[in-house]
């Protein structure tokens, strides 16, 4: 008998949260995949609408492109953390 291993899947805040918190100081596209461990796709539309939401501003025109967070992500980033601190401190 084998034991089945269940990954959880992470929130989309959870994500977003990864995401600003690893751009506060600026990093790269292949970085910030990497350290969320997800796919190029995947950050591209979470870039994309953090841009979009003015969370994260795009650094550079030539490549690689550096992405860092706004103050206003900044912001988001300590709420989401502190909602999630929260919300772990709830589970029994």
């Known amino acids: 008998m084998g034991e089945s291993i269940i ?4 929130s989309k805040d959870r994500i977003i949260f990864e995401i600003l918190k690893i751009c506060t100081n600026g ?3 292949t ?4 350290q969320t461990n997800t796919n ?7 870039l994309d609408m953090l841009i979009k939401n003015d969370l994260i501003e795009c650094i550079g025109t030539t490549s ?5 967070s706004t103050p206003k ?7 989401l953390g502190s ?10």
């Open 64 to 68: 690689p492109r550096s992405y860092k």
């Open 31 to 34: 970085k910030i995949v990497y």
């Open 40 to 46: 190029f796709t995947t950050i591209k539309s979470y």
């Open 73 to 79: 992500g900044i912001e988001m980033m300590n709420r």
């Open 27 to 29: 990093e790269n596209i």
């Open 83 to 92: 909602l999630q601190k929260e919300l772990q401190e709830l589970t029994v």
């Open 7 to 10: 990954r959880a899947r992470r």
